[in-house]
């Protein structure tokens, strides 16, 4: 196996994880798993929140690539490509963790950018908060950050359509 092979399979599952992760916050965390990810979108003092389970779960996600392509554990069943894409999902989940919860939230450092991918990236994870509730919103993914204007304008038609509830601090 070439190394060329199993670095584009890392790649692509870390793009492919984007929209699992697009995917998941807007239909699992904003449906049926709004119980673990609510405490996220409110105030609280506390360091972990019930919405850090979702961790795990990106976790288990990985380690099952890993086992699945682990000779020692499968022997002659295991299927090579699993660990590679094991990998792009953990590089995921690091880039996930230092984005989200350290850049946009700063649970980890406090930066605030003034410009650029970044600066864009804040602003819109806090425009995906701007809606109070799990209806409505915008800007579900986690790496690719659309543009604010746009979210804005997608916020103020579901306001105006009485699809989300948007608070008025966020300018939509």
Known sequence: MSFLIAFLIVLASFAAMEWVAWAGHKYVMHGFGWAWHRDHHEPHDNALEKNDLFGLVGAAMSISMFVLG????????????????????????IVYTLVH????????????????????LVQAHKL????????????????????????????????????AIVRESAGA
């Open 70 to 93: 682990s000779s020692w554990v499968l022997g002659d069943a295991a299927w090579w490509p699993a660990t590679f894409i094991g990998i792009g999902i953990l590089l995921y989940g």
């Open 128 to 163: 995906h908060h701007a809606t109070i509730g799990k209806e409505g919103g915008v800007s579900f993914g986690f790496v690719i950050a659309e543009d604010p204007a746009k979210l804005k304008a997608e916020l103020k038609r579901q306001r105006e359509a009485g699809e």
């Open 101 to 120: 919860d350290g850049l946009v939230h700063q649970r980890y450092f406090k930066y605030v950018p003034k410009a650029g991918y970044a600066k864009r």
